[in-house]
C-alpha cells in the first residue's frame, strides 16, 4: 500500500470511520428526472421540490443527503453505501473502495 493511500486513509478516518467525501464534493444532478446522487454507486434519489424553493442549493443539498452525511460523521455506515463497506470489509488490504 502506497504512503499516498495509508495517508488517505488515516485523514478519512479521522473524520470518521464511515466519512466520504463524494456526499460533500461530488453532485449528478439529473434535472429531466429531477434525481441527483452524489456517487455513481447508489441509486439517485428524487429532489423535493419543496426544499428548492426555500433554497435552491437544495439541487445537491438535499435533506436526504444531509442526513446521509450527518451518518457518516456520527460512524454510521450508510445502506445507500453498501458497495463500499463490502469491498472494505472483504477485500484484501490492496484493494480500496472508492470511498478512499
Given at each position: 500500500?502506497?504512503?499516498?493511500?495509508?495517508?488517505?486513509?488515516?485523514?478519512?478516518?479521522?473524520?470518521?470511520?464511515?466519512?466520504?467525501?463524494?456526499?460533500?464534493?461530488?453532485?449528478?444532478?439529473?434535472?429531466?428526472?429531477?434525481?441527483?446522487?452524489?456517487?455513481?454507486?447508489?441509486?439517485?434519489?428524487t429532489i423535493?421540490?419543496?426544499?428548492?424553493?426555500?433554497?435552491?442549493?437544495?439541487?445537491?443539498?438535499?435533506?436526504?443527503?444531509?442526513?446521509?452525511?450527518?451518518?457518516?460523521?456520527?460512524?454510521?455506515?450508510?445502506?445507500?453505501?453498501?458497495?463500499?463497506?463490502?469491498?472494505?470489509?472483504?477485500?484484501?488490504?490492496?484493494?480500496?473502495?472508492?470511498?478512499?
Amino acid at each position: 500500500m502506497s504512503t499516498t493511500v495509508k495517508r488517505t486513509i488515516e485523514i478519512i478516518n479521522e473524520i470518521s470511520p464511515s466519512f466520504c467525501a463524494a456526499k460533500w464534493y461530488n453532485a449528478t444532478i439529473w434535472l429531466g428526472n429531477g434525481r441527483t446522487a452524489s456517487c455513481h454507486l447508489p441509486l439517485a434519489h428524487t429532489i423535493p421540490l419543496k426544499e428548492i424553493a426555500v433554497d435552491p442549493s437544495a439541487l445537491h443539498n438535499t435533506e436526504f443527503k444531509k442526513q446521509r452525511r450527518k451518518e457518516m460523521l456520527d460512524g454510521v455506515r450508510c445502506k445507500e453505501c453498501a458497495y463500499c463497506w463490502t469491498v472494505e470489509d472483504t477485500a484484501s488490504p490492496d484493494i480500496h473502495s472508492d470511498r478512499i
